[in-house]
């Protein structure tokens, strides 16, 4: 064991080569690992698998080793042989060492396409076809990355595919959180809580209350969409909307571009004599509002711990008649399904 002398202008040079290897290591163990565990009906720790592979390398830079990662042939082959646990690659180095040291050229008449064919088989038992007749039943959209990646890996080259399948399944995601589900939400008779008016036509909206829920971390790519739908919301509200209270339990998370947008939003209704409120949005969240120094503006009265609250703060501030099917029935007693 010797530890290397690596210079700076060493580590300038090695570091994109560096890059690539720690991207296909990572992604190799963590596919394989997944792949093979969901087959055998366990479960793995992906953190667990990286500081595996870390001390892994770091052992072997410190013999003057190559950089490894998990095996997608050698583990197959050793699972089609009958290996059952981690005792298998103990044993199967303590055999190599004892073929290089006793007998370094038993196999070196071997065909090379012998042991690709030894690999080949074992490697078609991770191919996983029922996983993929549901992926296509399922999401069509990851199905279209897999064959990217699959296409990317296969013509491309390994590096390159996987790459080009991990930025496209990032932007996928930005995609979707872009423009993600929202609601308007309403009283629905016999059910509890509020619930989305499009799903249920039939819903009750509260005189003069908006309550909108919006499934989505706010930040920068879906800022304007969410104040865009917020105007929408209140031009077609019939009576006009006196409070807009955005039910934010779905949103984890509200970047500083996100903030600024809301700062105007709070100043534009607030010019309007519309008051905007909050139910149900994480202490972390409003942790970040604080540091935005937005939640002062917008006042803490204007943030309720449910949506039940901001209703009934709403009703007593400004005096609105109504009356939900709970109450109803409670004063009537059950109401009927013909009703």
């Known amino acids: ?175 979707r959180a872009w423009r993600p589900h929202h609601a308007v939400l309403g009283r629905v008779r016999k059910l509890k809580g509020y619930h989305d008016l499009e799903r249920f036509p039939a819903g009750r909206q509260i005189p003069g209350l908006a309550l909108y829920r919006f499934d989505a971390p706010l930040f920068f790519a879906n800022a304007s969409h969410f104040r865009r739908s917020v105007r929408a919301i209140i031009a077609n509200a019939e009576p006009p909307v006196s409070w807009f209270v955005v039910c934010g339990e779905p949103i984890t998370d509200i970047d500083s571009t996100a903030g600024q947008m809301l700062e105007d939003l709070h100043e534009e209704l607030d010019a309007r004599g519309i008051e905007l409120a909050f139910a149900e949005l994480k202490d972390p969240v409003k942790d970040r509002l604080k540091r935005y120094e937005l939640y002062g503006r917008i006042g803490d009265p204007a943030f309720f711990p449910t949506i039940g609250t901001a209703v009934a703060a709403y009703l007593e501030k400004t005096g609105t008649v109504w009356t939900d099917w709970e109450e109803d029935a409670a004063a009537h007693g059950p109401v009927s399904k013909s009703s």
């Open 1 to 175: 064991p010797i530890v290397p002398r690596v210079s700076l202008d060493d580590i300038t040079r090695l570091s994109q080569g560096a890059l690539a290897i720690a991207l296909i290591a990572v992604t190799d163990t963590t596919v394989l690992s997944q792949s093979l565990a969901t087959k055998r009906g366990e479960e793995i720790e992906p953190d667990q698998e990286l500081v595996a592979l870390g001390v892994a390398n770091i052992a072997s830079g410190l013999f003057a080793g190559f950089a490894i990662s998990s095996s997608s042939s050698r583990t197959p082959v050793a699972i089609a042989a009958g290996a059952r646990t981690q005792a298998t690659s103990i044993v199967g180095a303590l055999l190599v060492t004892v073929l290089l040291v006793a007998a370094p050229s038993a196999l070196a008449a071997l065909p090379q396409p012998v042991l690709a064919g030894v690999v080949l088989v074992a490697a078609f038992g991770l191919i996983d076809v029922p996983g993929l007749r549901r992926l296509i039943r399922w999401r069509q959209a990851d199905f279209a990355l897999w064959c990217i990646a699959f296409l990317g890996v296969t013509i491309v080259g390994v590096l390159e595919g996987i790459f080009f399948a991990t930025l496209l399944s990032l932007g996928d995601f930005v995609r």
